[in-house]
């Protein structure tokens, strides 16, 4: 039975934060894929107009790092949207405890993730929602940003599912002080935190509530000073928090190279307008010093 007159389903994949994966065939092209159902419900309405508009544009995003959407239409209450199928994630990557990855290796994970997100923030789309298992890697061991431009379509993740927790691991300061206009700088903050945890193989800042989330990010960087981030203080949900002093990031990633321990500070600036961008970050010695980055074909995977 197919979908759309397209697609032939397979088994489910996985539970998303928008709803059910499934993989599927393409019987036009014989490739597979993954249908990503998305439920409407009441919003179906308001949904079908700004999502049709936006989803129209994300179709049009088109980079080697970023997952491709192939398809988008509406089915039985539910949007369904066709993506090119991926082989695993970087969130298996990091907690296969086979797999040891070298300084040359996150170098490699790194810059594919700068690529995707360079492409769009070039576009000013905003991914808004980077955490390990959204960076998907292919057969050829590319790694592709997923889920681009959703969290604007289908509004920020709900949080009565708990999977989508893990998010907040993720979210930049300024989120959790309840910063209504942000931009791309939630994107780099986001990056750090992936960084972060392909060096440490584990989350870096597991808060388990927004609140906490703040006292883990002052813990590691100190209480952000009126000098560092000015406007701090202007932002809806902003609280004085205890001072904390900074603690050294060498004693937090005590093996990791000089230039990744600078890159990695920079991309951490509390204020969002100091924050290195992703263009910067490109440009940084980080990516130019030995060792140069792993080829993807050769990186390690999950068996
Ligand atoms: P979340 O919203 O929690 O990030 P997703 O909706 O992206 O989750 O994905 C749900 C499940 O479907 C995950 O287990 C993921 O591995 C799988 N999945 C999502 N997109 C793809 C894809 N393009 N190819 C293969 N599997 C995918």
């Known amino acids: ?3 759309a007159d397209r697609y032939l389903k397979q088994e489910v994949l996985g539970q998303g934060t928008y709803g059910v994966v499934f993989k599927a065939t393409d ?3 014989g490739k597979t894929v993954a249908i990503k159902k998305i439920r409407l419900g009441k919003q179906r309405e308001g949904v079908n107009i700004t999502a049709l508009r936006e989803i129209k544009m994300l179709k049009e995003l088109k980079d080697p790092h970023i997952i491709l959407l192939i398809d988008a239409f509406p089915h039985k209450e539910n949007l369904h949207l066709v993506f090119e199928f991926m082989e695993t994630d970087l969130e298996a990557v990091i907690r296969d405890s086979n797999i040891f990855l070298s300084p040359a290796d996150i170098k490699s994970y790194l810059l594919m993730t700068f690529k995707g997100l360079s492409y769009c923030h070039e576009k000013w789309v905003l991914h808004r929602d980077m ?14 940003l997923a889920d681009f431009g959703l969290a604007r379509i289908f509004g920020s ?3 009565k599912f708990t999977h989508q927790v893990f998010a907040r691991w993720y979210r930049a ?10 931009g791309a700088a939630v994107d780099v903050w986001a990056a750090g935190c992936i960084f972060a945890e ?15 989330q703040l006292s883990k990010i002052f813990a590691a960087f100190g209480t952000p000073k009126a000098d560092q981030w000015p ?3 202007d932002l809806p949900d902003y609280v004085e928090y205890q001072f904390v002093p900074a603690p050294s990031l060498r004693s937090l990633f005590p093996a990791v190279s000089d230039d990744a321990l600078d890159l990695l500070s920079k991309m951490f600036t509390y204020d969002p307008k100091a924050r290195i961008s992703v263009k910067q970050a490109l440009e940084h010695r980080y ?7 792993t080829d993807p074909a050769k990186l390690p995977k999950p068996v």
């Open 173 to 182: 300061p300024e989120l959790l002080f309840g910063a209504k206009e942000y």
């Open 231 to 233: 406007d701090v203080t």
């Open 198 to 212: 392909l060096l440490l193989r584990r989350p870096f800042l597991q808060g388990n509530s927004d609140i906490d």
């Open 1 to 3: 039975k197919k979908v």
């Open 131 to 144: 955490k390990p298992n959204n960076l998907l890697i292919g057969v050829d061991g590319q790694l592709k």
């Open 157 to 159: 993740p709900n949080r």
């Open 287 to 293: 990516f130019t010093s030995a060792p140069a980055p």
């Open 27 to 29: 019987t036009k092209t």
